[in-house]
């Protein structure tokens, strides 16, 4: 290379790497056990209890969530994703999954497919939040919905299916905090009591509650701020409020709870953030964790925001990154079953090439091949089967290639067999079965 060559080449400026979104992750492939091992319990737990995949689009209509999560709420003044798109609709990132399922169970009237109809989904949410720990802008959510049915035994069902998906991961520090926020009647006396008992105060909240006093009075008891905590320990209780149809149907969801043996505490200043919240309010709490890991509740009014038909619902959402938190706090190591796993060693161009298919064929028989094609000498590439600990190594070289054959090394006593190619895969198995 001549001289000049070096200079132009040493002058070009460096390239600035692009670097992930602040508070949106990576799931990285240390860390894909984990996640493997939730989604294998959560599809386990979500069958045997007879819910269905669903699976909406992660964008939706602005308006989906501004009719229906409510105006005055975080999620919809600060924290949606909003974009216009080319063709003038105005979108956003999905901030939660409950509104687009029951979008999508009016619109595909769904009812008819199975009343009450159980769903369950799987996927990111979007949050312009300050990210800080267990608070991310993407994070991922496990939802059950249970929709068509006002039944208190579906209330019970849908935190018995969130404990079973707690109990299958073998976390032992869930419990259930548990509140009723009653319904429409009920709860708009106890807003006014509410308002009365903070009207004299007002000038002791933070600023967050002042503006919420007048749009959600509910949410000034999920402040945490000190000097409103303080306040909170006088206020008047939901529970004192509520009408005696919303008073019986709280009672037999407890009653179905403790029948099912599910850790319970009492939580009075329990309101949830969600405006379409009615009755049944919960938090799934972690005691390790020192945090919530998901949250949910009934929401009857839901469906008819969105389309003026009343359908009773309810329903969960599990924060799945916090959920893998909780697993490494209690040190829970996943659970996965191993696949047999071969290693498949080829030297020279021509059985490099005849890899491809022989190793193809072998792994659609449901056996985990792997490889270190990009080394050329068969010394270096034993070496790399000794690292991957497998039982069985395959050599394919020349002759093997000509001859239809392939050798079959026992990676314990060094043991070398020529068989036919041809019988390959029947043989794999043979050899690998327990
Ligand atoms: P929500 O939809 O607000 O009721 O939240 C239900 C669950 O989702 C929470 O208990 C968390 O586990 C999880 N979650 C909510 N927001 C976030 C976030 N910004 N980052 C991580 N997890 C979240």
């Known amino acids: 290379m001549s001289s000049s060559k070096k200079s132009i080449e ?5 390239k600035e790497l692009f670097l992930g979104v602040k508070g949106m992750s990576d799931i990285l492939p240390k860390d894909a056990d984990l996640w493997k091992y939730v989604w294998q319990v959560g599809h386990t737990t979500s069958e045997v209890h007879d819910f269905h995949y669903i699976e909406t689009p992660i964008a939706e209509s602005a308006g989906l969530f501004e009719t229906t999560v409510g105006v005055a709420t975080d999620i919809v003044e600060k924290q949606m994703y909003v974009f216009t798109t080319k063709g003038n609709d105005r979108l956003t990132l999905r901030p ?25 989904y799987y996927g990111p949410m979007f949050r312009y939040e ?73 000038d002791k909240l933070c600023e967050n509650c002042v503006n919420r006093y007048d749009k959600n009075p509910l949410r000034l008891l999920d402040c945490s701020e000190e000097g409103c905590l303080t306040l909170r320990a006088d206020a008047p209780l939901i529970l004192d409020y509520l009408c005696q149809t919303c008073n019986t149907h709280f009672k037999a969801v407890l009653e179905l709870v403790e029948d099912n043996g599910i850790p319970y505490e009492m939580d009075p200043y329990l309101v949830r953030g969600l405006d379409y919240y009615n009755r ?85 028989s449901g056996v985990v091949v792997v490889e270190a094609l990009s080394k050329k000498s068969l010394k270096s590439q034993l070496k790399a089967a000794d690292k991957a600990r497998v039982p069985l190594a395959l050599i394919l070289g020349q002759q093997e290639v000509f001859e239809g054959t392939i050798l079959v090394r026992d990676m314990q006593s060094g043991a070398q067999e020529s068989i036919l190619s041809a019988k390959l895969v029947d043989e794999i198995k043979k050899r690998l079965r327990p």
């Not at 991961?169 to 709860?187: A, F, P």
């Not at 938190?325 to 996965?336: K, M």
Request: positive net charge; glycine residues 8%.
């Open 280 to 364: 049944t309010v919960f938090e799934l709490y972690s005691t390790s964790l020192k945090s919530a890991v998901g949250g949910g509740g009934r929401y009857d009014y839901l469906a008819e925001a969105l389309s003026g038909r009343s359908v009773p619902a309810v329903g969960v959402a599990l924060g799945m990154e916090r959920v893998i938190h909780v697993l490494r706090a209690e040190e829970i190591v996943p659970h996965l079953k191993p696949r047999p796993k071969i290693f498949f060693a080829a030297v020279g161009d021509q059985a490099k090439k005849a890899s491809m298919r022989l190793m193809g064929d072998i792994r659609m």
């Open 10 to 14: 040493k002058k070009q400026p460096k």
């Open 130 to 202: 300050k990210p800080q720990a267990g608070r991310e802008r993407q994070f991922h959510q496990w939802g059950f919905e249970i929709i068509g049915d006002s039944d208190p035994f579906y209330d019970a069902e849908i935190i018995r299916t969130s404990i079973d998906f707690f109990r299958g991961l073998k976390c032992k520090s869930l419990i259930v905090k548990i509140n009723s926020i009653g319904c429409r009647t009920c709860r708009a006396s106890y807003r006014e009591s509410l308002k009365r008992f903070y009207h004299s105060k007002k």
């Open 96 to 120: 939660e999954g409950t509104a687009p399922v029951m979008r999508s169970y009016l619109e595909h009237h769904l009812g008819y497919f199975a009343s009450p109809l159980k769903v369950y």
